[in-house]
């Protein structure tokens, strides 16, 4: 990695899902909205295994400004040509209202072998994700970075929390997203793996194993991109908003940047067993950011705010360098205030429209353009 951190690129992309806004359920109809918006983002805007699904993109960015600056702009032009269709869209991990399963299925050579594979898990596949790209200089160091990151995984899914609803009903969890993947073959923290050999020989094997479709379904939750020289973090529900998407991945770029320097001193990263890690996901994606994660170098359990504060201090020397310490800081005071996205879906609910004004909350939300400046 280069010696100045602001010299490390990264990029984000955000998936949505389209809702009616009178019924406030979801529809199958992210393919008008794809072809309005394309006018505007060209190649940043595309669509997802699903007909419900929308997804922006960004270039890669040196600075979070410029990356929420370009946030802002993919989710103002989907809304406005989701408008344009009598639309909306929103940004949550998994739909409130609507006809979620199974979702209708995008046509095509390569979908059809994922439900001749996949079988019952493509009925889950109406949920959203933010992913995180962060270049690396090789793809040896970035399996190596990906061992000293996969210990922060569940915190991160506590701070991102966004997805509580299902098919009309509270399942009880702030990231019911979360646990739908943890029914695939191929999914959840990834392996502590020795370099990239070690990697493409797992992959090869789960391959040959038909655990997977291609590459494109390793689904676990940091990964090697397959077509660019990245790191890909892609354990995150979609956050509500923009604001809370550029500092998560200001968050995430500085980590890489941090365990990137440990691994040149020689640090391999900690050793934390596969069942720990499970735990650790179940615990964070059922009470996110508001109630106790498991502390997986101690099998403990702590409050999230301790564990997300101990990220802090874990990654603050980047974010002091990338001068995004206080949009990071002033991110996790929000959450300690106003709580992850899962508990501000439920006091919605308590609102005189019931789970229709979750709904209208979200569309609110995923178009708000709050200057980054107000981080400062």
């Known amino acids: ?29 992210a393919a008008p909205v794809i072809s309005r918006a394309v006018d505007e983002l060209g190649a940043r805007v595309g669509g997802e295994i699903t007909k419900l699904q929308v997804e922006a993109r960004t270039l890669p960015c040196h600075t979070t400004a410029a990356l ?13 040509a989701a408008t344009a269709e009598r639309l909306r869209i929103v940004a949550t ?21 994922g ?38 995984l569940p915190v991160l899914i506590a701070l991102t929390a966004n997805s509580p609803y299902w098919d009309g009903r509270d399942t009880g969890y702030a990231s019911w997203r979360t646990v739908t993947w943890g029914q695939w073959p191929v999914a959840g923290p990834p392996p502590r793996m020795r370099d990239a050999a070690h990697y493409d ?7 040959d194993a038909g655990t997977l479709v291609d590459v494109g ?11 660019q020289p990245t790191l890909e973090v892609r354990v995150a529900d979609v956050p509500m908003t923009a604001d809370e998407s550029a500092a998560f991945a200001a968050l995430v770029r500085a980590l890489v940047i941090v365990a990137d320097r440990a691994v040149d001193r020689g640090d391999p990263g900690p050793e934390i067993s596969a069942e720990l890690m499970r735990a650790a996901y179940w615990r964070a994606a059922r009470d996110g950011f508001a109630g106790s994660g498991i502390d997986v170098t101690t099998g403990r ?8 504060d101990r990220l802090l201090r874990i990654a603050r020397p980047a974010l002091v360098e990338l001068d995004d310490l206080v949009r990071v800081e002033s991110w996790l005071r929000r959450l300690a205030v106003d709580a992850d996205g899962a508990s501000r879906q439920r006091r919605a609910a308590t609102g005189p429209d019931g789970l229709a004004g979750i709904v209208d909350h979200l569309v609110e939300q995923t178009q708000r353009q709050q200057p980054m400046s107000t981080y400062a």
């Open 1 to 29: 990695m280069a010696d100045d951190s602001s010299d490390v690129r990264f990029g984000v992309e955000e998936e949505f899902l389209v809702v009616d806004p009178v019924t406030r359920a979801v529809v199958p109809l």
């Open 217 to 227: 379904t390793l689904f676990w939750d940091i990964r090697l991109c397959a077509h």
């Open 115 to 152: 439900t001749a594979t996949f079988r019952g898990l493509h009925d889950d596949l109406g949920i959203c994700a933010v992913h995180v790209h962060v270049e690396l200089p090789d793809r040896d160091r970035a399996v190596l970075v990906s061992n000293h990151l996969r210990p922060h």
């Open 301 to 308: 359990l702590v409050p999230a705010a301790t564990l997300a």
């Open 201 to 207: 020989q797992l992959v090869a094997t789960l391959l």
């Open 68 to 80: 929420h600056t370009q946030l802002v702009q993919g989710r103002s032009a989907l809304a406005t």
């Open 93 to 113: 991990g998994s739909p409130v209202l609507g006809q979620v399963f199974p979702p209708p299925i995008t046509t095509g050579p390569r979908q059809d072998q």
